[in-house]
């Protein structure tokens, strides 16, 4: 199976923008994470969608939006950018085999973003 | 709430020398443990899980994880360390559908 693909890889934006990073999740796979890493912050979770439903929400600004397509394909945005958004954006699918919270996440290689 | 806590943030080991990376987690309601690796402008990739089958956990590359209630500890071991084992690790609990919360991170060097 293909893995986790995340596009684009490499993003630069300019302050007050936004910007669409997308997700395509494992076959089958029908929940998709999105997750923040920065040196800084580490790694934070942004948000889970599953079945095209929020089912759970990280401690981000409203300006971090997600959506989920019916072919389970995940897309985040982000509104307004600030410098502070500079981060590899990661999204991660999982398979959904024992009730969830068992299941391993499967990570794309990110998106690199940068707000100038 | 859960957390994790990773010891160190930098471990540096010789080639063919034991490795551990030490985890500790706090949690309300039984984990689920899990150990990723991260090799540069990677993403994360799992390593092991611990989800309450067995204690001790073996996974990918030669390592292997011990789950110890008593000290709410989940640390990460090789015996033998590889110029290829050189990445950044990440401990993760999850106690929710498609949720974890993840370490610092720990930077692992090996030495020739």
């Known amino acids: 199976k293909a893995g986790v693909t995340q596009t684009p890889r490499y993003l630069i934006k300019t302050r007050g923008q936004q910007v669409t990073l997308s997700c395509s999740p494992i076959s089958g796979h029908r929940s998709v994470s999105w997750y923040q890493q920065t040196p800084g912050q580490g790694l934070q979770f942004l948000f889970e969608y599953f079945s095209e439903t929020q089912r759970n929400k990280g401690n981000f600004p409203g300006r971090f939006s997600g959506r989920q397509f019916s072919n389970s394909r995940s897309e985040m945005n982000v509104s307004t950018l600030e410098l502070g958004d500079s981060a590899l954006y990661l999204c991660a699918s999982s398979p959904w085999t024992s009730g969830g919270a068992t299941d391993e996440q499967y990570f794309g290689p990110g998106t690199r973003l940068t707000v100038t | 709430a859960q957390s994790v806590t990773q010891l160190g943030s930098h471990v540096s080991v010789s080639e063919g020398a034991l490795v551990l990376l030490r985890c500790n987690y706090s949690s309300s309601v039984p984990p689920y443990l899990f150990w990723y690796v991260q090799y540069p402008n990677q993403g994360l990739q799992l390593l092991l899980k611990?989800?309450?089958?067995?204690?001790l956990v073996k996974g990918i590359n030669g390592f292997e994880a011990e789950f110890k209630k008593s000290e709410t500890s989940f640390h990460l071991t090789k015996p033998s360390a590889h110029m290829s084992d050189a990445a950044e690790y990440f401990c993760a609990v999850s106690t929710n559908a498609g949720k974890s919360t993840f370490g610092d991170g720990t930077t692992l060097t090996v030495k020739p």
């Open positions: 611990y989800t309450s089958a067995a204690t």
